[in-house]
Nanobody, 124 residues
Framework: VQLQASGGGLVQAGGSLRLSCAAS????????MGWFRQAPGKEREFVGV????????TYADSVKGRFTISRDNAKNTVYLQMNSLKPEDSAVYYC??????????????????WGQGTQVTVSS
């Protein structure tokens, strides 16, 4: 099983990036897919989630209106389109696969699989 994240990089504030996460070794449509991020010295935080059939998405308040999650179940890939990036968006971004969408006040509470992380750096 592998979740391969890509697309990170260095961008100026106000710019855009598109992250991808390609899954292999799993039945992709059995999993809700999401993105988390972790900045230096901070805990990993939820960014957004998309249901297994792409029928719904949910976002953290900090990215709502700027980030968009989508998935292509034919390609076993989930995407994170990030627009209007801010320096505070700088972090390592991780994709995650979970059979549970929401529980105990948390989205994707117990991911079965994690991607390796991709660095996003936003300069001011």
């Amino acid at each position: 099983v592998q979740l391969q994240a890509s697309g990170g990089g260095l961008v100026q504030a106000g710019g855009s990036l598109r992250l991808s996460c390609a899954a292999s070794g799993i039945t992709f449509t059995n999993y809700h897919m999401g993105w988390f991020r972790q900045a230096p010295g901070k805990e990993r935080e939820f960014v957004g989630v998309i249901l297994w059939r792409a029928e719904s998405t949910t976002y953290a308040d900090s990215v709502k209106g700027r980030f968009t999650i989508s998935r292509d179940n034919a390609k076993n890939t989930v995407y994170l389109q990030m627009n209007s990036l801010k320096p505070e968006d700088s972090a390592v971004y991780y994709c995650a696969a979970d059979r549970t969408y929401y529980s105990g006040g948390r989205y994707l509470p117990t991911p079965d699989y994690w991607g390796q992380g991709t660095q996003v750096t936003v300069s001011s």
